[in-house]
T-cell receptor, first 112, second 109 residues
């Protein structure tokens, strides 16, 4: 069965600093991978997705992610964090039956 | 605007009571999903429906029921058999990606 691990429950970063969120997945076939962001009390918004092709994927809000098959990873990065990036971030893998399996999430706090 | 509407935003349940959470979409999507979110546990799939009049159990279906009589609507009932219903519930539909509603927060009185 597929699974997604986000090793960091919380990350605190200073405004203007770089951010990297880790995601490791377990899935037998070629994965479809996603990063979503959730503001408090809100639904999830898609940041970016990887289906095939270029392993470096650009998303919205200045985020990017790199798919590394050899490491079963799909880490999310942003070069310079803004205070509005404080939120919870979820990595997900699409399995058979059009179901998504989500990681436990990483909450990002941004210091002024 | 196209999207997913969940109502109510906040809901309170009394002991022994069934409550129903509404989810409506105007995206013309066939597949719809219900997730439960608890702190630190990510999203867990309760039920999903790939087409009208059909639905399947997800990973944590016990204590919940659904119906899919119309393409646009996928209501979730939290029954009295669900002993720990306090959570944030998210509805989603599938197009090229999954689109999410804004959620319903359910608490027990």
């Amino acid at each position: 069965a597929q699974s997604v691990t986000q090793p960091d429950i919380h990350i605190t970063v200073s405004e203007g600093a770089s951010l990297e969120l880790r995601c490791n997945y377990s899935y037998g076939a070629t994965p479809y991978l996603f990063w979503y962001v959730q503001s408090p009390g809100q639904g999830l918004q898609l940041l970016l997705k990887y289906f095939s092709g270029d392993t470096l994927v650009q998303g919205i809000k200045g985020f990017e992610a790199e798919f590394k098959r050899s490491q079963s990873s799909f880490n999310l990065r942003k070069p310079s964090v803004h205070w509005s990036d404080a939120a919870e971030y979820f990595c997900a893998v699409k399995a058979a039956g059009n179901k998504l399996t989500f990681g436990g999430g990483t909450r990002v706090l941004v210091k002024p | 605007d196209g999207g997913i509407t969940q109502s109510p935003k906040y809901l309170f349940r009394k002991e022994g009571q069934n409550v129903t959470l509404s989810c409506e979409q105007n995206l013309n999507h066939d597949a719809m999903y219900w997730y439960r979110q608890d702190p630190g546990q990510g999203l867990r799939l309760i039920y999903y429906s790939q087409i009208v009049n059909d639905f399947q159990k997800g990973d944590i279906a016990e204590g919940y029921s659904v119906s899919r009589e119309k393409k646009e609507s996928f209501p979730l009932t939290v029954t009295s058999a669900q002993k720990n219903p306090t959570a944030f519930y998210l509805c989603a539909s599938l197009g090229d990606i999954q689109y999410f509603g804004a959620g319903t927060r359910l608490s027990v009185l």
